[in-house]
């Protein structure tokens, strides 16, 4: 995760990174499972944030 944070940094790409102790590839998959739990306000937030970027909505 430190490598793909430093690339998406230098490449001035947003992104927002959550460490999840034990958690591992589709740890979400369960939908209704404390992984969804935590990852869907976390994506929801990000995607407002970005979506709302003049930049973005207004090309």
């Not at 944070?5 to 939908?31: C, E, I």
């Not at 937030?45 to 973005?56: G, K, T, Y």
Request: glycine share 6%; charged share 15%.
């Amino acid at each position: 995760m430190d490598l793909l944070s430093t690339r998406l940094a230098s490449s001035r790409v947003p992104y927002d990174a959550v460490r999840l102790a034990y958690a591992q590839h589709g740890f979400d998959y369960n939908f209704d499972g404390w992984g969804s739990q935590v990852a869907q306000p976390v994506v929801a937030a990000f995607l407002r944030a970005q979506l709302s970027e003049p930049s973005l909505t207004h090309r």
